[in-house]
DNA sequence: CTGAAAGCGCTTACAG
DNA sequence: CTGAAAGCGCTTACAG
C-alpha cells in the first residue's frame, strides 16, 4: 500500500522506517544508499521496494553533516550583476559548466555577488560547508573573496588567469596573448598600419595580456608603438562606444582597431558607424571572444574564438580533481582567429 | 593567541572548542549563537571571544539536521537558459529578491532547470531540503515542477498567476488585464482603429490575461474585433519581428500594435521600420512591462509598467510568511501606463 | 542564567 | 554479507 502523502509537512520517512519495512538493519539501507557494496540481492531488492513504498529521500543534512560534503557545488559570480546579465561569456561558461556537473548529477548553485555586502554574506554561507567547492568567475584582479576562500581551504577554480594570489589557486583560461598576436598580425596582413586597440580593464589578465600581444606583433612588424592609438574599456558595450569616440578624435587616421571583447567591438562599430567610417572598407575591426555578441553584429565580428565549452569542462574537471585531494593546477586553452565580415 | 590556519582543510573548530575556550558548557554556546537569550553577559563576552579567537563558523550541516531549515532561499527558473539572460525582466526580478532576502540575512540561491534533466536534479535537490522555500519563476504554466513542489511541501510563491494550480499555491503578479485595457484605451484616446496585437504565449496568463484586456476595451468602444490583427509570439524579440511581419502581411492598414512584452515590441519596431512605417507617426506601438527594453528601444516604448520590485518584495515576504507556517496567499498589484515617444 | 543529556538522520569502521 | 554501535556538530527541553 502506497504511503502516499498528499501536501502538507508530515514527517518524511527516514532511513529507521525503511529499514523496518524491509526487514533489515539501518546499515544495511545505507549500503544500499551508498551503491551496494557488500549486499545480498536479497536484501537490496527488499530495500529498494521499501524506499519505493515509504517514498524515501535522503536527508542530505544528515549525509552532510558525517561525510563533510554537500554534494553541490557554487557558480560564484562576484560582478555587479549587470555584467552578468549584459555579457553573453556569462551565459556560455555558466551553461557548460552546468552541463559538465549534470554527467556527475552534481548541481550547479549561481550565487551573485555584486555587492560588498552580499559577498561577506555568500562567503560565510560557502565556508560553512554549504557547497563543496567553487567555480570563481570575476574579471577583476585582487578580489578578496577568492583570497579568503582559499584561506579557509574552500577548492576554487577560477576561469581567468588571477592576478597576485600566486599559484596557489587552481584556473583555467584562453591563451590571451597568443590571441591577440593572431589578430594583431591578421590586421598587418590586411596592410593595416594605424592600428588601435580598445583593452580591457588593465587591472585584468585578460586586459593586460592582449594589450601585450598587440604591442609584440606590432613591434616585430617593424610598427611604431603610439599611445594614442590605445584606449581602454571595462568589457561593457557603452566602453567599447566611448572607447572608439576617444581613439577617432586622437588619431582620425586609424585603419583598424583590435578590441578586446566582443561586446565592446559592438559598441566601437556603433561609433565608427556614427562616424560615417565603413567597415571593414576604411577601418577594420577585430574582437575577442566569439560570443553571441559576434554573430549579433553588423558586420558580424572577425573574432579570436575562446574555447569556452572546453574551458568550462575542464573548470569543473580541475575543481572536482582538487575536491577530490589533487594539488591546484592551471589550465591554459588555445584559441583560434574566425574570420567574418569586419576584417 | 590567534589560531589561524593558514589555507589547508585542517580541522574547524567546533562549538566544544568554542565552549573549552570560554570556559562554559556547549548549551551555553548554542544560546549566544542563536540570539543571546538566556545568557549573561559575562557569558556572553566569554563566549565572543573565543569565538574570535577560535575562528569558529557554525556547521550549517549540523544545525540544519537538528532545526528542519536550511535558512537559504531558491530562485528557481524553469526556462530556457537563453530566456533568462534575454529577458530584462528576470534580471529586475532577481536583484528584488535577492536584496529583500539580504534584509533578513538570507542567501538567494540560483537555480537554473531549462531541461527535463536539469529540472528533475533540481527538484531532487529541493525535495531534500536543502532550500526552506522557493520562488518559482516560469511563464509556461502546467509547470510540473510548481505541482510537485506544492505536493511534497515545499513552500513555494510563484512570479505571475499559474494555471491549473488552483488557489493552493501562492503567487504575486501584476493586474495582467487592467494593465491591457489601459494600454489598449490610450491607443483608441489617439484615434487608432485598427490595433494590432501580439500576445504572449497562449498557455500563460500573461499571454490570456492581457489578450482578453485588449478585446474587453475593443468592444467598449465599439470597435469590431478581427481576428487577423491578432497574433502571439513567445516573449522573446525574435518573435515580436516575426509577428509584426505577420500583422502587416494580413492587415496592412494596421494603425497601432499592443505588444505583450517590451521585448518582443523593440522586435516590433524592427519589423515597423523595415517596412517603412514611421513610429509613432503611422503606427502607435505600445509595450508592457517597462523593462529596461522600453528605454533601449528607438523610440523609446510608452508601455505598462509592472512594479517588479514591489512583485520581488511581495514574493519574499509571502514565502517567508508561509515559512512561518502562514496559508498560502496571491497578490495582485496594479500596473500603470508610462508614456514615452512611441505612441 | 546554566549544564547535562537526549536526539536530529545518517555513515562507517568493527565484529561477526 | 550484515547488525550493533559510535559519532558527525549542533539545538533544545529539562532540571536546577
Known amino acids: 500500500m502506497t504511503m502516499s502523502q498528499s501536501g502538507g509537512r508530515r514527517k518524511p520517512p527516514t532511513i529507521h522506517d525503511v529499514a523496518r519495512e524491509a526487514g533489515v538493519s539501518r546499515g544495511t539501507v545505507s549500503r544500499v544508499l551508498n551503491g551496494g557494496h557488500y549486499v545480498s540481492p536479497t536484501a537490496q531488492e527488499a530495500v529498494n521496494a521499501a524506499i519505493r513504498r515509504t517514498g524515501y529521500v535522503v536527508n542530505r543534512h544528515a549525509r552532510s553533516l558525517i561525510t563533510g560534503r554537500s554534494d553541490s557545488i557554487g557558480f560564484l559570480l562576484t560582478e555587479p550583476q549587470e555584467k552578468f546579465f549584459e555579457d553573453p561569456n556569462f551565459n556560455v561558461l555558466l551553461r557548460g559548466c552546468t552541463q559538465a556537473l549534470a554527467a556527475h548529477d552534481i548541481p550547479l548553485l549561481l550565487m551573485l555577488a555584486g555587492t560588498e555586502d552580499e559577498r561577506r554574506r555568500i562567503t560565510r554561507y560557502i565556508t560553512a560547508g554549504h557547497v563543496d567547492g567553487v567555480l570563481l568567475v570575476s574579471s577583476h584582479s585582487g578580489d578578496p573573496v577568492a583570497e579568503q576562500l582559499r584561506e579557509a581551504g574552500v577548492p576554487l577554480v577560477m576561469c581567468g588567469k588571477p592576478i597576485g594570489v600566486g599559484s596557489k589557486v587552481s584556473y583555467v583560461a584562453a591563451d590571451d596573448r597568443d590571441g591577440a598576436r593572431d589578430m594583431v598580425r591578421h590586421l598587418v596582413s590586411l596592410g593595416r598600419r594605424r592600428i588601435g586597440v580598445v583593452t580591457g580593464p588593465l587591472d585584468t589578465p585578460g586586459g593586460v595580456e592582449r594589450l601585450a600581444g598587440y604591442r609584440e606583433v606590432l613591434a616585430e612588424s617593424g610598427i611604431d608603438f603610439d599611445e594614442r592609438l590605445v584606449v581602454s574599456g571595462d568589457y561593457s558595450r557603452a566602453s567599447g562606444e566611448a572607447g572608439a569616440e576617444r581613439l577617432l578624435g586622437q ?4 585603419d ?29 575591426v577585430g574582437g575577442f571572444d566569439d560570443s553571441s555578441a559576434a554573430l549579433a553584429a553588423r558586420p558580424q565580428l572577425t573574432t579570436i574564438r ?26 591554459i ?11
Chains 1, 2 share one sequence.
Request: some cysteine.
Open 306 to 331: 575562446q574555447p569556452y565549452d572546453r574551458i568550462s569542462a575542464e573548470m569543473v574537471r580541475v575543481l572536482l580533481a582538487q575536491i577530490g585531494g589533487e594539488d591546484p593546477a592551471a589550465v
Open 256 to 284: 583598424a582597431v583590435f578590441v578586446a571583447s566582443d561586446l565592446m567591438a559592438q559598441g566601437v562599430l556603433t561609433s565608427l558607424e556614427r562616424a560615417g567610417r565603413r567597415v571593414p572598407e576604411d577601418v577594420s
Open 333 to 343: 586553452l588555445p584559441t583560434e582567429l574566425v574570420k567574418r565580415q569586419s576584417t
Open 251 to 254: 588619431c582620425p587616421d586609424v
